[in-house]
Structure formats: structure tokens, C-alpha cells
């Protein structure tokens, strides 16, 4: 099945540190999702985007839906240990969740105290 | 916030036997929930849509007749995974859409998985 290009694949940072990571695709997706994943669990849901151009905050994620309805980042600001895991953007092509979701490969986020 | 839970967490079975997993919604209803398949260090890869009162669809490459989905009531989606093989081993997941007004939102929730070994 499809996937979402998602960028970077890991990332080594500093806690304090700012993250950034995105996620494409060649085709146009009505929902932006972004997700958080720890070991042996199951996603749970950081932001949700439901218009192109749209910016939110969640805390210290911040994650943008692309205007063309192709891309989308997230942001975390100062990380803290606790952010460490593997970060998922999800996309939807059909507004109303009758659509599945289509995944990016993730983002492994390891902070090194 | 919205639940949906999963079981068994984990499930360890003898191949050729077949394994049935639960995804249940606990405070709302889902009149549509979806499975996924999540191998060691990949990503999640959607398996199919449960519609409650009709029959699922699969993605493709999906088998139907392997993987038997039953969306039996409003709150409850079960997932049959028929005459196990060593490769079917895999983290099975849940999600379902919250409903407002009766309509699906575009906010899916997941379950926290089940951690199948076939043997």
C-alpha cells in the first residue's frame, strides 16, 4: 500500500532542543494527522489539521497543513525526555472518517540528556 | 477523551489455529472502525474497513477469507485471523472515527494493539 514520505527517519537531538520533521506525499489528502508511538502501544493522537494552510498548537507541537494539501511538519519545541518515540504523520483522503488512514514510514526521536 | 480498547493484548498461538481479536469502542459508537497491521520497525498499513451491519472491505493484497472481520454491533469490531502462520505474526491495531451528530469526524482514535506470535 501507500505510504507517506516522512522525514527525517531518526533523530539524534539535545533535550532543549527543537524538532522539526515532515511528511509529503504526491497526492492530495483532506486530513493531516500526526501521532505519537511508544513501544508496544498503540498511536495516540498529538494534532489533528482539517484545512490547507491551517496552523495548530498542542502545547509545544505546532503542526502546519500544507496549502497545497500535499505536506505537513510538526514542530516540538525545548524537548524533554518524554518525547522520546516513534512520531507518525496520517493522512485521509475523504473528509467524514470513512477512509482509512495512510501512514508515513515515522520518525524514531531519541534526546540525549 | 474517546477510548478504544483491544484483546487480547498479546496472543501466542500454535500455527493452523486461528485467533480472533477484539477492538471495542467504550464511550462512543463506531459505525465504522479499521484494522491495521503494524510489522517490527515499520510503519501501520491499513488491512481493511469494518462497517457495522455490512461487510467489510480489504485493501489490496489483503485476503478476505484469511482475515475475517465480524462489526457485529455499534460498539464492537472483531478480527479473525484464520489458520495462523509464523508470518502473520504482527502487531494488529484498531482505530475508529469519533461520531458527531451522527456523522463520522475525520479524528481517529487507536487502540493500544494485540501482539500476535504464531508459532
Known amino acids: 500500500g501507500q505510504q507517506l514520505n516522512q522525514s527525517p527517519q531518526s533523530m539524534f537531538i539535545q533535550e532543549g532542543e527543537d524538532v522539526s520533521m515532515n511528511c509529503t506525499s504526491s497526492?492530495?489528502?483532506?486530513?493531516w494527522l500526526w501521532y505519537k508511538q511508544d513501544p508496544g502501544e498503540g498511536p495516540v493522537l498529538l494534532i489533528a489539521l482539517y484545512k490547507a494552510g491551517e496552523l495548530t498548537s498542542n502545547g509545544r507541537l505546532t503542526a502546519q497543513f500544507g496549502i497545497t494539501r500535499k505536506d505537513s511538519f510538526l514542530n516540538i519545541s525545548a524537548s524533554i525526555p518524554s518525547d522520546v518515540g516513534i512520531y507518525f504523520c496520517a493522512g485521509q483522503r475523504d473528509w467524514g472518517g470513512a477512509d482509512g488512514l495512510t501512514f508515513g514510514k515515522g520518525t524514531h526521536l531519541i534526546i540525549q540528556p | 477523551g474517546a477510548v478504544v480498547s483491544q484483546h487480547p493484548s498479546w496472543v501466542i498461538c500454535k500455527s493452523g489455529t486461528s485467533v480472533k481479536i477484539e477492538c471495542r469502542s467504550l464511550?462512543?459508537?463506531?459505525?465504522?472502525m479499521f484494522w491495521y497491521r503494524q510489522f517490527p520497525k515499520q510503519s501501520l498499513m491499513l488491512m481493511a474497513t469494518?462497517?457495522?451491519?455490512?461487510?467489510?472491505?480489504?485493501e489490496q493484497g489483503v485476503e478476505k477469507d484469511k482475515f475475517l472481520i465480524n462489526h457485529a454491533s455499534l460498539t464492537l469490531s472483531t478480527l479473525t485471523v484464520t489458520s495462523a502462520h509464523p508470518e502473520d505474526s504482527s502487531f494488529y491495531i484498531c482505530?475508529?472515527?469519533?461520531?458527531?451528530?451522527?456523522?463520522?469526524?475525520?479524528?481517529?482514535?487507536f487502540g493500544p494493539g494485540t501482539r500476535l506470535t504464531v508459532l
Open positions: 497526492s492530495i489528502f483532506n486530513t
Open positions: 469494518s462497517n457495522e451491519g455490512s461487510k467489510a472491505t480489504y
Open positions: 464511550d462512543f459508537q463506531a459505525t465504522t
Open positions: 482505530s475508529a472515527p469519533i461520531e458527531a451528530g451522527g456523522l463520522n469526524t475525520d479524528t481517529q482514535y
